[in-house]
């Protein structure tokens, strides 16, 4: 028994509670489509995408409880293309300043703080130009003198 209670409590680490989703749910595209199959869950793939996103794992390796990772995946992506997940994060911003829970001096990102990494500026771009391989000069007299003090030397 002990082993199924925590096997529970771990299933739904990172899983939505009934507060989040009750938050979440108005904010979303609607969930069943007028024709066609109807789709998964919008809870069950929010809970897909959160453990995806909170592990770092590959979609590859998504849990089955939250269906085919393909699936899951290409919500994700939809969402992302259709600007929704901009919209959740601004109404939950609003939500938050409404309450006063917002603080604009944590919240706020100045531009020129953010460092670029050392490659990202100043270098020149483009590719190389080729350089000569060893094997060109290969049948060409030696350039240094040493060679040929050494031959003239024992003459």
Same mark, same amino acid.
């Given at each position: 028994? @002990? !082993?199924?209670?925590?096997?529970?409590?771990?299933?739904?680490?990172?899983?939505?509670?009934? =507060?989040?989703?009750?938050? /979440?749910?108005?904010? /979303?595209?609607? =969930?069943?489509?007028?024709? $066609?199959?109807?789709?998964? #869950?919008?809870?069950?793939?929010?809970? +897909?995408?959160?453990?995806? &996103?909170?592990?770092?794992?590959?979609?590859?390796? &998504?849990? =089955?409880?939250?269906?085919?990772?393909?699936?899951?995946?290409?919500?994700?992506?939809?969402?992302?293309?259709?600007?929704?997940?901009?919209?959740?994060?601004?109404?939950?911003?609003? =939500?938050?300043?409404?309450? +006063?829970?917002?603080?604009?001096?944590?919240? @706020? &990102?100045? $531009? %020129?703080?953010?460092?670029?990494?050392?490659?990202?500026?100043?270098?020149?771009?483009?590719?190389?130009?080729?350089?000569?391989? $060893?094997?060109?000069?290969? +049948? %060409?007299?030696? %350039?240094?003198?040493?060679?040929?003090?050494? #031959? !003239?030397?024992? %003459?």
């Amino acid at each position: 028994m @002990f !082993a199924k209670l925590v096997y529970d409590r771990d299933m739904r680490r990172h899983e939505l509670t009934d =507060e989040q989703w009750q938050r /979440l749910a108005p904010l /979303l595209p609607p =969930e069943r489509p007028r024709t $066609g199959r109807p789709n998964r #869950t919008h809870r069950q793939i929010l809970n +897909g995408i959160h453990w995806r &996103l909170k592990t770092g794992a590959p979609w590859r390796d &998504l849990p =089955e409880r939250y269906g085919p990772w393909q699936t899951v995946y290409s919500r994700y992506r939809r969402w992302q293309q259709a600007g929704v997940w901009d919209r959740i994060l601004a109404a939950l911003h609003v =939500e938050a300043d409404g309450r +006063g829970d917002f603080d604009w001096d944590v919240h @706020f &990102l100045d $531009g %020129s703080v953010v460092r670029a990494h050392q490659h990202a500026a100043g270098a020149k771009g483009g590719t190389p130009p080729p350089r000569r391989s $060893g094997g060109a000069g290969a +049948g %060409s007299a030696p %350039s240094s003198t040493s060679g040929r003090n050494a #031959t !003239a030397s024992r %003459s």
